[in-house]
């Protein structure tokens, strides 16, 4: 599913800026968001780079979910125009989501559901110092961290309100894709393939996430024809 990438500062679709108010003060260049700087008293523009509906992306969201994504080169060194590029792609689409999950009534999160979710996002990289080193070289403090990990867990909720509860497995798609896939590649690798039943409940996750990314692809470009998206600057 590609939206468990990263994610990055979810705004608020509620905000009171409207979108024309929104283009007016962002006609400038850069705004003036002041974050955390390795020179003391130093304070930092921040480049706004695409409006999304009543949200901005800035400069500083790419960096943090390049930070956040063990997949993606480390942000400490030069990020290249390409990188950057994907992973604005990626974060429009999880701010489009993300606006659409904020208008449906959900329970509030617990600080225990935020730290399980921060111990399984540091597990993905080799070490907790190279996460630690990762996200303070982006300026990414602890509370930054846990609110944009409390964003993902509301994309998360909405996925598998939207798309997860309505996803069907058949016996026979099953069947197929044992028989087509899996015992096939096992053979290639020169190992006995294990029963169907075996992997029956692996096989089912495998299909079932496989259509939950195909539902979403869906529903992602027609938000996307839908929603305002301005682009103000290269990132």
């Not at 003036?32 to 921040?46: E, K, M, T, Y």
């Not at 982006?138 to 996925?159: A, K, S, Y």
């Amino acid at each position: 599913m590609r939206l468990q990438t990263p994610r990055t500062e979810i705004s608020n679709p509620k905000s009171g800026f409207g979108m024309k108010r929104l283009i007016t003060f962002c006609l400038l260049p850069f705004a003036f968001c002041l974050l955390p700087s390795q020179a003391r008293g130093q304070q930092i523009v921040d480049q706004i780079l695409v409006l999304v509906n009543d949200g901005v992306i800035t400069k500083s969201d790419l960096l943090w979910a390049i930070a956040l994504d063990p997949k993606s080169p480390n942000p400490v060194g030069p990020v290249s125009s390409d990188v950057l590029r994907r992973m604005l792609d990626v974060v429009i689409e999880q701010r489009l989501v993300a606006q659409e999950a904020s208008r449906i009534p959900t329970a509030d999160i617990q600080q225990e559901e935020i730290a399980k979710k921060r111990a399984e996002l540091i597990a993905e990289f080799a070490s907790e110092s190279a996460f630690r080193q990762r996200v303070e070289s982006v300026g990414l403090t602890p509370e930054r961290i846990d609110e944009l990990l409390r964003q993902r867990i509301l994309i998360d909720r909405f996925i598998e309100f939207r798309f997860q509860s309505f996803v069907f497995v058949s016996q026979q798609e099953i069947e197929r894709y044992y028989n087509e896939e899996l015992v096939p590649k096992v053979q290639k690798a020169g190992q006995v393939p294990p029963s169907l039943e075996q992997v029956r409940d692996t096989i089912t996750e495998i299909l079932k996430q496989e259509k939950i990314g195909q539902e979403l692809d869906r529903y992602l470009s027609t938000a996307r024809q839908r929603a305002e998206v301005v682009y103000l600057a290269e990132p």
